[in-house]
T-cell receptor, first 114, second 114 residues
Framework: DGGITQSPKYLFRKEGQNVTLSCEQNLNHDAMYWYRQDPGQGLRLIYYSQIVNDFQKGDIAEGYSVSREKKESFPLTVTSAQKNPTAFYLC?????????????FGDGTRLSIL | DQQVKQNSPSLSVQEGRISILNCDYTNSMFDYFLWYKKYPAEGPTFLISISSIKDKNEDGRFTVFLNKSAKHLSLHIVPSQPGDSAVYFCAASGFTSGTYKYIFGTGTRLKVLA
């Protein structure tokens, strides 16, 4: 069954620690995205990638890093430079093309500070 | 500055009646508008979309209306069912920096009462 898988579901970060959130898709989608959701706010774009070995910053990329070494995988690292990392993180994928391509989302990772 | 706004954080409707969820936007350059539904502890799932050149799109119980002059769109669910209880996000897409990007609203929590 095709889909997009995020792990872990819950993650805790200590001060000064980098943590990596996993995102894998088997939908054969070219485009992948990372969003952050805070209470009372919409989804805000962190990074996106349209093709393997290429990615661009979204609206709130500071303190985050990504890689796209394989079409199926788009991991997000929350670095110690991100001073307010507590949030719900969503990964999505879609076909490339016009802006009506629906995004398929994973079930999210909730990151908290210890 | 929020380009896509959902001003009603919550809405309650009786089962069998119509649910109307509203969304306003500020950027007249958006090409497509999409609605997503989100259940607790799950990622959003795509519901329906509409092109900016149309004023209505229908899919079963779900209809989206677009009023470009008012920069307003709405999602109608008829008849509403208890399983429709979820958070609904509207999103707008526009072509920028060589790709389509999506701007999400803050969501409206719909509760359908049995």
């Amino acid at each position: 069954d095709g889909g997009i898988t995020q792990s872990p579901k819950y993650l805790f970060r200590k001060e000064g620690q980098n943590v990596t959130l996993s995102c894998e898709q088997n939908l054969n989608h070219d485009a992948m995205y990372w969003y952050r959701q805070d209470p009372g706010q919409g989804l805000r774009l962190i990074y996106y990638s349209q093709i393997v070995n290429d990615f661009q910053k979204g609206d709130i990329a500071e303190g985050y890093s990504v890689s796209r070494e394989k079409k199926e995988s788009f991991p997000l690292t929350v670095t110690s430079a991100q001073k307010n990392p507590t949030a719900f993180y969503l990964c999505a994928s879609s076909n490339k093309g016009r802006g009506n391509q629906p995004q398929h989302f994973g079930d999210g990772t909730r990151l908290s500070i210890l | 500055d929020q380009q896509v706004k959902q001003n009603s954080p919550s809405l309650s409707v009786q089962e069998g009646r119509i649910s109307i969820l509203n969304c306003d936007y500020t950027n007249s350059m958006f090409d497509y508008f999409l609605w997503y539904k989100k259940y607790p502890a799950e990622g959003p799932t795509f519901l329906i979309s509409i092109s900016s050149i149309k004023d209505k799109n229908e899919d079963g119980r779900f209809t989206v209306f677009l009023n470009k002059s008012a920069k307003h769109l709405s999602l109608h669910i008829v008849p509403s069912q208890p399983g429709d209880s979820a958070v609904y996000f509207c999103a707008a897409s526009g072509f920028t920096s060589g790709t389509y990007k999506y701007i999400f609203g803050t969501g409206t929590r719909l509760k359908v009462l049995a």
